[in-house]
């Protein structure tokens, strides 16, 4: 049974694609290099499509859990037995799983400002999530606030989807409702990258041959000048002609006409054009593969760990945060359900610097053994649950001796 059959009621406009979906399939929105940007060409690029993979490998690859915390004793544990466990954490729908699903929403959540998924409900609990092509999806805030969504199928049938079946994440927004497009504000960083790369092709299929002219002495009548140039292309042009020996008569001489390489400095603009467009992405250059000679050991590990701050724990706290409030219900939320990343699969050092923090935390009694052994993947032990109590640290003043 397909998803629509499962949709009711739907308003069916019947006025074909939306203005959005024109605009991807006419290319997307030009740049002024004059190629079009979309997010099909933007993924081209090696710096766009690595920065957005960072990003979603930082939201994919870190478990989320569902948990359940208890208001009076402020304990917390994971709520396996809540529907909604099963979807996050383990198989959103028939074939993505949690990895897969929350990686598509990522990509689409990134570089489009936006990622929509139909919630199909049974009985009132979340039972699968479907991952919708934003570029197919319209939204609309009416002048009541409420939340409107159409979605235009690849039949070119436009439907009105009811808004409490729409998972939306948004990315950075100006107007509250809908995400910033990335890769329509970048789409000139982007489109000067594709018009590099482009150039830098089109320079090596000549055989690093900058244009240029031959000089002659006298005049070539047609038949001579279509000869000329037919047997200049035949055995110059091109990269199989690279070196091969070419004997021209009449004193010709050749006068170029065009930059080379060198003079119009390609591989220093391609590489700011990666600086640039990690500027746009919010990701530390390093995270791409780049990174300039004076980084070091120390510092390159501080620029991992800033980025697991700064980029991806911010679409961690987004995403919790429009889970909370599209997923879950207002009774849920109120008995104490929270969606949860577990951030410290990014913050993972070394074994030496985890033993050294596990040592800490157990000594000072906020960390106990079992939850140690727990973040290492190891069974509990029993009687390793109680937190110790350092000898010389009390709380409030000891009672006297009697």
């Not at 930082?58 to 004793?73: E, S």
């Not at 993505?96 to 009132?124: C, I, M």
């Not at 939306?168 to 018009?195: D, F, Q, T």
């Amino acid at each position: 049974m397909s998803i629509w059959s499962r949709l009711n009621p739907f308003r069916w406009s019947g006025k074909g694609f939306s203005d959005d979906v024109l605009a991807l399939l006419r290319g997307g929105q030009a740049s002024r290099t004059g190629l079009d940007v979309n997010w099909k060409t933007a993924l081209e690029v090696s710096t766009v499509l690595r920065c957005a993979g960072v990003i979603a490998d930082g939201v994919a690859t870190v478990p989320l859990r569902l948990y359940r915390k208890d208001a009076r004793t402020g304990r917390r544990e994971a709520a396996f037995s809540h529907p909604l466990f099963e979807v996050l954490h383990n198989q959103p729908n028939e074939w993505q799983d949690s990895l897969e699903y929350r990686e598509t929403l990522a990509f689409h959540a990134v570089l489009t400002g936006n990622a929509f998924s139909f919630v199909n409900r049974v009985r009132g609990a979340v039972a699968e999530l479907i991952p919708l092509d934003p570029g197919r999806v319209e939204v609309k805030q009416e002048a009541d606030w409420r939340m409107r969504y159409w979605f235009t199928d690849g039949n070119g049938q436009r439907r009105e989807l009811p808004a409490e079946t729409v998972w939306h994440v948004r990315g950075p927004s100006w107007n509250g409702y809908a995400g910033l497009n990335a890769v329509r504000l970048a789409r000139e960083a982007i489109g000067l990258s594709l018009a590099l790369e482009g150039s830098h092709a089109a320079l090596h299929r000549n055989g690093v041959r900058t244009s240029g002219a031959w000089s002659v002495d006298g005049s070539l009548d047609d038949k001579q000048y279509r000869r000329l140039r037919t047997m200049i292309v035949e055995t110059m042009a091109g990269v199989e002609n690279t070196g091969r020996p070419f004997v021209l008569d009449r004193a010709a001489k050749w006068i170029p006409i065009a930059m080379s390489g060198v003079d119009a400095q390609h591989l220093e603009t391609r590489r700011h054009q990666i600086e640039e467009i990690c500027r746009f992405m919010g990701v530390m250059p390093i995270m791409v593969g780049y990174s300039d000679k004076a980084a070091t050991y120390a510092s390159a590990e501080q620029m991992f760990l800033a980025h697991s701050v700064h980029t991806v724990r911010p679409w961690h706290r987004r995403f919790e945060a429009s889970i909370r409030r599209h997923l879950l219900t207002p009774r849920e939320r109120a008995e104490g359900l929270y969606p949860k990343f577990i951030d410290t699969e990014l913050l993972r050092g070394a074994a030496k610097d985890r033993g050294e923090y596990y040592a800490r935390g157990i000594a000072a009694g906020w960390l106990t053994r079992n939850e140690a052994r727990e973040w290492e993947e190891l069974d509990p032990i029993e009687g390793l649950s109680e937190p110790l109590s350092p000898l010389n640290m009390t709380v409030g003043n000891p009672p006297a001796p009697e």
